[in-house]
């Protein structure tokens, strides 16, 4: 399917700027989304966006596609869980974060999904970099009701929280 919001993103509506030289923190995010990007490939995910910047104060690290669902992937990655799993940063700051962008998304995008959701990818490294421990926790959050719009302003549809 391609039209709408699918098409504004292919022509470049949502791209983010990229500097010349990442910082190694941000080299090391960057080598996690990428085998994220691989594992969700390999599930049947199709991966429509990477590092969308909705607006100057958030960015969402995954967008993938499903048959019938949006996903937002927020990639966690770290080289071990010796200060805690990496998905324990996604905190409700965080998810608040995410939210907020994800509204944005939807607000520029001329045909939205019906059904979204929020994924969590943990990327840990250990002692094999090449072979990163991998996981996926679906569904993690919703958005909060503060955010929530009638469907008929931007076509989505949510649980109860």
Sequence with gaps: MRGG???YWLSGGFRKKRSARLS???????????????????QGYRIIARNVRPDAHSEIDLIARLPDTLVFVEVKTRASEEFGAPGAAVDYAKRKILTRAAVRFFRQARNPPLNVRFDVIEVVSG????RPEIRHSEDVFQISRAYLMPQNDIGLIYGDD
Aim: no cysteine; glycine share 8%; net charge positive.
């Design 5 to 7: 919001w699918l098409e």
């Design 24 to 42: 190694p923190s941000q080299q090391i995010g960057r080598w996690g989304e990428n085998h994220a990007a691989i594992y969700l490939r390999r």
């Design 127 to 130: 002692d094999n970099p090449k």
